[in-house]
């Protein structure tokens, strides 16, 4: 949609399949210690990891809900995933409505949070971690069956938060209809969080004061042209690269978006695309599409966990 995008990504690039069959794939992160990614399929309740060598495999079954049958939730799994400052895997699992942290290594399970002021998370959905060790995340209902109008539905609202490395859990947003992907600008400085609502299809950006919370927010993208011409999927999960270009996913593919807003141009997978996340030398960029794992090279460098 620009010839800007020709210094982000050759005319000639190809979208690589890298695996399939998955129910709804999502959450991917790369994880440099060891050269592998680990992502998520949401409704089918299992965490996997994809190496060049192995491709695919089961990392974590269940990787959410691990309790009697229940027809409370539509999805129980992992969903979104992120590494902290030790290294270990930071993940939102819708089932037990929480966000853990699991050891790559050994597999074993802690909570992080499950509540706000005494009630439980609807369903924790994507997380983006700081380097200070702040984790923002939303919580939209998405995990719950019926929704907004789910009998277990605690929370009057579906929020974004902030977690800081004192325990302390702040609100960043609680109007936003359906908040879904959330990622923070190279410096900081900035928040991007997703809306999937298809009456407000959005990306809204905030602007972070010292304390990390908002001192000014506004509509980044609205991505309802593209969804009235017909484009698959809603905004949902994004990356950045290196110079704050955003690679947001929304109706049409994965959106490549300028700092100030601009749509330069679409990775069109020709399906609805969930999440992207940046790997291996940080020009691959991997994207998590309904029932499939792809990745592409770019010429430019991402933001890697």
Known sequence: ??????????????????????????????????????????????????????????FLKPSGYDGPPTEAFREPGSNGLALDASGALLVCDHGNRAIYRVDLKTHQKTTVVDRYKGKKFNSPND????????????????GLTGLNDSPVKELAFNGVYLLRPDGSL?????????????????????????????DGPVIMAYDLGDDGLPVHRQVFFDAMPLLRAGGPGLPDGMCLDTEGRLFATGPGGVLVLTPKGDLIGVIDLGRSVANCAFGEDGHTLFVTADDILARVRLKVSGLVA
């Open 127 to 142: 997380l983006a971690v700081s380097r200070t060790g702040s984790v923002y995340f939303t919580d939209p209902p998405y």
């Open 1 to 58: 949609m620009s010839p800007s995008l020709d210094a982000v990504v050759e005319g000639e690039a190809r979208i690589e399949m890298l695996a399939e069959g998955f129910v709804w794939s999502e959450g991917p992160v790369w994880v440099q210690d060891g050269g592998y990614l680990v992502f998520s399929d949401v409704p089918a309740n299992v965490m996997y990891r994809w190496s060049e060598s192995e491709g695919a495999t089961v």
């Open 170 to 198: 702040l609100v960043v947003d609680d109007k936003l209809t359906f908040p879904n992907g959330v990622a923070l600008s190279p410096d900081e400085r900035r928040l991007y969080v997703a809306v999937s609502d298809p």
